[in-house]
């Protein structure tokens, strides 16, 4: 695993992965499948791993943590960057800032809450964090009442923050007043469209935000790179074709529930096998299964 500091390089040099996380029957963590998926991802090109909503984290037990931390060392390739995720809530922060701290990641990522939370608590835990886990956070804004513009890039200014994921959903993301005032305030180089690949070329053409993570990437990580490569070259012509091959499974994950989508798709692609979700999520109806797994298999097609 890769134990360097976050650089603007890192994040323009991958997709930024967002994966389900593998779990077996019982619920135990399933090292081999998860080491399965990152093969995958890996062979597409993927340097980057965000361990997250998409994996559940949310859900996490604390005395899970250490285990879950240890199996991600144990399975990633020496130059894969890993970002595990803590919170959402203070106290479970808090207590993995400490197990963190064992380890050498370079950075972990506070899951975001509204409730119970105020933007100047959310910036006070980001404050604690640091200074418990001796890390950098990576700030998750997935809504403007999270968190404001300003406490954002105070975080920033007093160094505390890796980068940030932008992951507010616009109904037209052109739109997007709370995206443009942070670009005013923050460095552009340390913000990262955090909604997949659908608005990516919108946040990083006209926001000029730096890259981009999404969950779909680890079943087409191949196409999504191409993605990535052709924004950064500005080939937006090819991009927004490469674009239209997430859209299918996208429209399910939004109409189903993003987080379990992922999950079911991954394994009826034949990617990994996801296994049971932990509550409080649980597994999507059969009935949408047959769905999932069309336009899974459709899009892993062309990921060649
Ligand atoms: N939520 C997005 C990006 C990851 O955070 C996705 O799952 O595609």
């Not at 959402?88 to 509204?114: N, R, V």
Request: charge should be neutral; include cysteine; hydrophobic fraction near 45%.
């Amino acid at each position: 695993m890769k134990t360097t500091p976050v650089t603007f390089e890192d994040l323009q040099s991958s997709v930024i992965a967002v994966p389900p996380l593998c779990r077996n029957k019982d619920l135990s963590l399933a090292k081999s499948q998860n080491s399965r998926l990152i093969k995958h991802m890996y062979k597409g090109g993927i340097r980057t791993l965000l361990y997250g909503g998409n994996a559940n984290l949310y859900n996490i037990a604390p005395s899970e943590y250490h285990a879950l931390l240890k199996m991600l060392v144990d399975i990633s390739p020496d130059d894969m960057w890993v970002v595990p995720s803590v919170g959402p809530m203070y106290g479970t922060a808090m207590d993995q800032a400490k197990i963190l701290s064992e380890f050498a990641f370079p950075t972990a990522m506070l899951l975001p809450t509204l409730f119970p939370s105020k933007p100047a608590g959310v910036a006070t835990a980001i404050r604690h964090f640091v200074e418990k886990s001796g890390i950098k956070a990576v700030l998750y804004i997935k809504d403007g009442a999270y968190i404001t513009p300003e406490l954002a890039a105070e975080l920033v200014n007093d160094g505390l923050i890796s980068w940030i994921k932008y992951a507010i959903v616009e109904p037209d993301p052109k739109k997007d007043p709370y995206l443009k005032k942070l670009t005013k305030l923050v460095d552009t180089k340390l913000i990262v469209s955090g909604i997949g690949e659908q608005p990516a070329i919108i946040h990083l053409r006209d926001f000029g935000v730096t890259g981009f993570t999404a969950g779909c990437v680890c079943i087409a990580p191949s196409r999504s790179t191409a993605m990535l490569q052709a924004i950064l070259k500005k080939d937006w012509d090819t991009a927004e074709k490469i674009r239209e091959e997430f859209v299918a499974l996208e429209d399910l994950r939004n109409a189903h529930s993003p987080i379990l989508v992922l999950h079911h798709a991954v394994e009826l692609a034949g990617v990994a096998q996801t296994g049971p979700v932990l509550p409080l999520l649980t597994e999507l109806p059969a009935n949408l299964l047959t769905k999932i797994e069309k336009a899974a298999k459709a899009l892993l097609a062309k990921n060649g």
